[in-house]
């Protein structure tokens, strides 16, 4: 391998690493800056040596995955993240490839506020608010609705008589600085802990499974894209704005327009000076070419559009003292080490704790116990450790070395040659089996409701379960402990237990992605068990017949192979099928013989007596590649009722489309 191809690796396994911490935790580890310093590298390389990138780095898809305990849906068209920069530079080139893409001589720009709060997606039929989506992983979110109803600012029935038949609108939930304030206030006096910040407080709101609780908090919300629309033409972002505005939804009143660039960096320049006069918390603006028909012309990357940009400001900064430093151990062993800090006021919130990153960046910036240390924190992201203020030095700062051995079970850590963490050696580390059993319970892989931190530090500290399969061989006894343990009780118990011989019955792509394989995630593993059928295949599979699978490349494959090289691993599986757990696809039998096996589908409309994510499960069983939007590279478009614009654009693309009628007789009994 060379260093190039051992660059590349460390910087996608990074990136997926980071993803997760983001959109599967909720618990960010760097600052959008050091994310996007990792994404721009991998892309320049990936530019540079077309022949390393792969299907499945982090540079061609949108983003992670959902996590949840409300039901999930596709976005009608996906919620693409927007490129960010950080410099004048990059906002000049991004005009010029405006500019050439089009070929053209000049654009008309929006630049507007880019607001730190929580992606929603509202959809009005008829006027009336059916579904409100979270943005989730960019393709599929949750439906919040129940509680976006109770933000005041949001209507439930747009102010119109004649609205259009779908409007899809999309922006962002927040809170005022000075509600978030308030909120934080009251708490104090109830002797309350206190609330981070406001994004993560809107955030956690927004997932409350009572409403009443929610209705409680200071919620807004502003507008400013759209999804699916059908029933209105717009043609800018400007009327669009004002459609809006006209409907009864909010929208930030300062934006700017601009026909030249140097336009666009004087307004962003402006827009940085009056941050103070908005009451709720920005992280830079936003830059989109106005036209619609622009926009459609530019189209989109894997990951954004073509017709946006986002420029940040620079990231707040504060300077405190680097008292000790905590690890943290991760399900697949990392060691992360955390800098604990006296407490600095940093972008409205109290800040105690900051990541290190890994031992060889604390050895790089020289960074000492008892340090000043600057620290960094943009938005809604932990704050990183910068730098040591190393004039500052009395002579009295400890070296921070790195650790032989595992804080949470005394066991010896090693460091491999293709990354810089540092992991235990220990399968059987407590943190490890706890971070293992979360992610094999989660909504993603098995999906056992209930199986929450607490339930899981539980069933570990009990050593009621050191591997997944103890979850489903849980005697009289230990049932009987929980049922006795302060806080639990038999409701809660008996869901948990409903849950878990439920989840024997999920399809086995979910249980090889909640095995935890490094580089594996929900959508490698459908691949992996749509090819081989079994579970038990793919683990006696070698590494050149699990490379010829569709998008499994050479470190997913090598990834796979040792894993179930390791005898203790097959164990588990083998335990788990004896404990009922699904290892077999039951749909493979005559599954190439399926009119959908190996073609590329989309939804649309509503299937009446099943849900869009059943019918997306079945096609998936029956071998398809399910996709929310269509493209040239659909091959069919399957309508149900009230289907909208993909009919036309399917059409247009001279896709195949079919009916309800067809799509039941094609799938065959259920």
Not at 68 to 83: A, G, N, Q, R, V
Not at 286 to 309: C, D, E, H, M, Y
Not at 541 to 550: D, F, G, H, K, Y
Request: proline share 4%; aromatic share 6%.
């Amino acid at each position: 391998m060379t260093d190039i191809e051992s660059r590349i690796g460390q910087l996608r396994n990074q990136l997926e690493y980071h993803n997760y911490r983001y959109y599967i935790e909720a618990e960010p580890i760097i600052t959008d800056a050091e994310y996007d310093r990792l994404y721009a590298e991998l892309v320049e390389l990936e530019s540079e040596y077309p022949d390393l990138l792969v299907s499945h780095s982090p540079t061609q898809k949108v983003g992670g995955q959902v996590r949840s305990e409300f039901e999930t849906y596709s976005h009608s068209i996906p919620m693409l993240s927007l490129d960010n920069t950080y410099s004048e530079e990059d906002l000049r080139a991004f005009h010029q490839r405006v500019l050439k893409n089009l070929d053209v001589t000049d654009v008309v720009y929006s630049v507007e506020p880019k607001i730190d709060g929580v992606g929603i997606s509202i959809r009005y039929e008829d006027g009336v608010m059916t579904r409100a989506l979270t943005r989730g992983n960019g393709e599929r979110g949750d439906d919040v609705m129940a509680n976006i109803r109770t933000v005041r600012s949001i209507p439930s029935r747009l102010l119109t008589d004649a609205p259009p038949a779908v409007l899809e609108a999309r922006g962002e939930v927040y809170m005022n600085r000075q509600d978030f304030a308030e909120l934080n206030e009251r708490r104090r006096k109830n002797g309350e802990d206190l609330y981070a910040n406001a994004r993560n407080t809107t955030a956690g709101s927004l997932k409350l499974l009572d409403s009443g609780e929610v209705a409680k908090r200071p919620l807004d919300a502003v507008f400013y894209t759209s999804g699916e629309i059908i029933g209105i033409d717009l043609t800018t972002q400007d009327q669009l704005l004002t459609t809006f505005r006209e409907f009864g939804l909010k929208v930030q009143r300062l934006k700017y327009n601009c026909s030249t660039i140097d336009d666009v960096i004087a307004s962003i320049a402006d827009l940085d000076l009056r941050r103070s006069e908005i009451p709720y918390d920005l992280d830079g603006a936003v830059v989109k070419v106005n036209s619609f028909a622009f926009q459609g012309a530019l189209g989109f990357t894997a990951k954004s559009p073509r017709w946006a940009i986002a420029y940040k400001y620079q990231a707040e900064r504060a300077v405190t003292t680097l008292r000790a430093m905590t690890v943290q151990v991760g399900r697949t062993g990392v060691l992360t080490p955390v800098a604990e800090l006296d407490p600095v006021s940093l972008s409205g919130t109290t800040v105690s704790r900051a990541t290190l990153h890994n031992y060889e960046e604390i050895a790089r910036k020289d960074i000492r116990v008892g340090d000043q240390v600057e620290i960094e924190k943009a938005g809604e992201i932990i704050p990183a450790v910068l730098r040591p203020l190393k004039d500052q030095r009395t002579g009295k700062e400890v070296v921070i070395e790195s650790p032989a051995t595992c804080p949470s079970c005394g066991q010896p850590v090693y460091a491999t040659a293709n990354e810089v963490a540092i992991r235990c050696t220990n399968s059987t580390c407590r943190q490890q089996v706890i971070g293992r059993l979360l992610h094999f319970g989660s909504r993603g892989a098995m999906d056992i409701e209930t199986l929450g931190e607490s339930m899981a530090n539980i069933l570990v500290g009990e050593g009621f379960v050191t591997v997944p399969a103890d979850i489903y061989e849980l005697t009289g006894d230990q049932v009987t402990r929980l049922r006795a343990m302060e806080g639990l009780g038999d409701i809660s118990v008996n869901k948990l237990l409903q849950k878990i011989e439920e989840s024997k019955r999920n399809p086995p792509w979910r249980l090889l992605f909640g095995l935890g394989i490094r580089h594996i995630g929900a959508k490698a593993a459908r691949s992996l068990v749509i090819h081989f059928g079994d579970i038990e295949e793919i683990a006696s599979a070698s590494i050149e017949e699990l490379t010829n699978v569709p998008e499994i490349g050479s470190i997913m494959a090598e990834s796979v192979y040792e894993y179930f090289r390791d005898p203790r691993n097959i164990e588990k599986l083998l335990r788990l099928k004896e404990c009922g757990v699904q290892t077999r696809d039951t749909a493979v039998t005559g599954r190439s013989d399926s009119p959908f096996y190996g073609k590329k589908c989309v939804l649309t409309g509503t299937l009446s007596g099943i849900t869009r994510d059943q019918a997306t499960e079945i096609l998936l069983q029956l071998g398809a590649d399910v996709g929310s939007s269509v493209s040239k590279k659909t091959d069919l478009l399957i309508a149900g009722e009230n289907p909208g614009s993909k009919v036309e654009k399917a059409r247009k693309m001279g896709v195949k489309i079919i009916d309800e009628e067809e799509f039941r007789h094609d799938i065959g009994p259920a």
